[in-house]
């Protein structure tokens, strides 16, 4: 798991900032973008082995995002996980039609987060052995 | 009686004839004398020929007619005593019995037409005058209302459903329906044809209407108007609910917007807060970082409850207000250093111009504050990296007034949004993607300087070249002079 890179979108610098503090200090690289536009970009040039986006972010959203990223044959598959502040919940049948492994909501935990990743990275990692 | 009299005088001139002839016969045959040969004398003698016989006539006439009057008073007077032998005296006392009662009859049934007719009128009046209530608040409903008979053709539209539909009401009378309001209004035409045919008692249904300013939703309610069995009419009301679905989207959105703005600073907590518990800053400085972080969220999320709150108070008037003379100069120097941290983060330079004349206004210094933060912050926020914000105050000493302009260098704001700006909930829809917030910033600016500063908020702005904001306050000697 470790020396993956993980981009991570958010328009708060803050959460960008919390959240690469405890991917670094568990081995991550990350790489991170302060909107969906520069995300779409790094996602195109860097590769990551996973995407944290947030859902609401300016100029193109984190389901704009997805949608272009599913739409590139150089990243459809890379998985991704959306973090949302929004009122409503995403179920699981919503989140397989947006194209997203998984979804948090804000507030959310760190510690949640750095597993939902490792799981998500496990998962793929073990499908590519079979 | 008619036939006997014209036999008397039949007789009576053939008696005159007869003898006159005999007269004049006698006299010549005879050879009276001289004097009865005459003319004169022959004329006289039939004079008294006629005169005698007219004399008998007159008599039998005479005597006849004062028999049949006797002989009616006797009946009459029977018939009015009741005698029996009256009655049986012959038919007529019977035919002015019945003739009596029927009349009696005929008058009471006039009598009872007469009351009848009054009623009838009276009725048609209150009828009449029930008609022209129920047409005037027809006519004055904001609800459009049209009435269709079982033809499908006009009986009756307000003035409301004809500007709804566009169409003439003087023309449109009795014309059918289809024609009148064209192929524009086809959906509605042929909700009421349905209604009609089906003969539902009422049917709703929200209808989309293109009208000058937009689209238009309407709430409408189709009834059908029974006679009997058969449907004789369908009555439409329609009442614009554009409005209100509007009101009702901003309340979600406003909804969605607080929670994922209260949630944005939440978020930050949390996860610093486990950090620092989970040991994941490693020195001093870090967590020195962390705790800042958490603060400076805290307080954000503070204002936004804050802001939220101000509105409700101010819209209630339970907000306390302090004014005092205010140097509107120092407190925008005081905001423009609030702001610069956020604005630098964004590469946006905040310059202001510090007046050198007398600006103080009669002000609540923290409700100010809020405003000119409020203008700042939304500067910062739509305008673009490398962008700037210029703060200016101007004193207006004809108008006797100061004023506070915030121009930036931003996305702009289209011309048709423009008066909703400061609507509460109301965030520009282009713009929507480019920033957070609850739409609510604006309108508290607004409450504040209009409701409680009796002041007036203006906007001017152009969609990529950017957007002037700026409240005009009362200058404090104004306000003191106007007070004495």
């Given amino acids: 798991m470790t020396g993956n890179r993980v981009l991570i979108a958010d328009d708060e610098i803050h959460i960008i900032h919390v959240v690469a503090i405890k991917l670094r200090n568990n081995g991550f690289e990350v790489i991170a973008a302060n909107n969906g536009a520069e995300a779409y970009e790094l996602a195109c040039t860097e590769h990551p082995d996973i995407i944290v986006t947030d859902y609401q972010m300016p100029f193109v959203t984190g389901i704009e995002l997805i949608e272009k990223l599913r739409a590139n044959e150089e990243t459809k598959h890379t998985p991704a996980i959306l973090l949302t502040a929004r009122s409503f919940a995403i179920s699981e ?13 804000k507030p959310f935990s760190p510690k949640e987060l750095l597993k939902t990743i490792q799981d998500i990275l496990h998962e793929k990692a073990m499908a590519l052995h079979v | 009686m008619r036939r006997q009299r014209s036999l008397g005088w039949a007789a009576t001139s053939a008696v005159i004839l007869s003898l006159c002839v005999a007269a004049l016969t006698g006299l010549h045959n005879s050879g009276i004398g001289v004097g009865w040969r005459s003319p004169t004398v022959a004329l006289g003698l039939i004079a008294c020929c006629i005169g005698a016989v007219g004399v008998i006539f007159l008599g039998l006439a005479y005597h006849r007619l004062v028999g049949t009057v006797m002989s009616i008073a006797r009946q009459l007077s029977s018939a009015s005593t009741g005698s029996e032998s009256g009655l049986q005296s012959g038919s007529l006392l019977e035919m002015v019995s019945g003739l009596r009662s029927e009349l009696d009859e005929r008058a009471e049934r006039i009598g009872q037409l007469e009351t009848e007719l009054k009623d009838l009128r009276l009725q048609s009046r209150l009828a009449d005058r029930q008609k022209q209530h129920a047409e005037a608040i027809i006519y004055s409903l904001r609800d459009a209302v049209v009435v269709i008979d079982e033809s499908d053709r006009l009986l009756m539209a307000n003035e409301a459903a004809a500007n709804l539909l566009d169409f003439d009401p003087s023309a449109a009378c009795h014309q059918a329906l289809a024609e009148t309001v064209g192929q524009k209004h086809n959906e509605f035409v042929q909700l009421l044809q349905q209604s009609r045919q089906s003969g539902i008692e009422a049917t709703r249904r929200e209808l989309e209407f293109e009208q000058s300013d937009g689209p238009h939703t309407l709430d409408t309610i189709v009834s059908c108007v029974h006679e009997g069995d058969k449907v004789s009419g369908v009555v439409a009301i329609l009442h614009d609910i554009t409005r209100e679905k509007e009101i009702s989207q901003m309340k979600n959105d406003f909804v969605s917007h607080v929670s994922h703005e209260l949630k944005t600073p939440l978020a930050s907590i949390t996860a610093y807060s486990e ?131 915030v121009a930036d260098t931003g996305v702009g704001i289209p011309a048709d949004e423009l008066d909703h700006v400061f609507d509460k909930f109301y965030r520009v829809g282009a713009n929507n993607k480019q920033a957070k917030g609850t739409g609510l910033g604006l309108n508290l600016v607004k409450q504040i300087v209009e409701k409680v500063h009796g002041g007036r908020v203006f906007v001017t702005s152009e969609v990529g070249r950017g957007s002037t904001f700026g409240f005009e306050l009362p200058l404090a000697a104004a306000v003191a002079a106007g007070a004495t």
Avoid at chain 2, 370 to 385: C, E, F, H, I, R
């Fill in chain 2, 275 to 405: 950090m620092l518990a989970d040991g994941e800053a490693d020195d001093e400085e870090t967590r020195k970082e962390f705790y800042a972080i958490i603060q400076s969220q805290a307080q954000r999320l503070n204002r936004l409850i804050e802001d939220i709150l101000n509105v409700s108070r101010i819209e209630s008037g339970l907000i306390k207000v302090q004014k005092e003379p205010v140097s509107l100069a120092i407190l925008i120097e005081h905001q423009m250093q609030m702001i610069k941290g956020f604005a630098e983060e964004k590469q946006i330079t905040v310059t202001g111009q510090t007046p050198i004349i007398f600006d103080q206004v009669n002000a609540d210094k923290d409700m100010i504050s809020q405003v000119v933060v409020n203008l700042l912050s939304n500067a910062v926020k739509y305008t673009p990296a490398g962008g700037s914000v210029r703060i200016e105050t101007q004193v207006d000493e004809v108008e006797r007034l100061a004023r506070v302009t």
């Fill in chain 1, 93 to 105: 049948e919503m989140q397989e039609t947006l194209g997203v492994e998984a979804c948090l909501s």
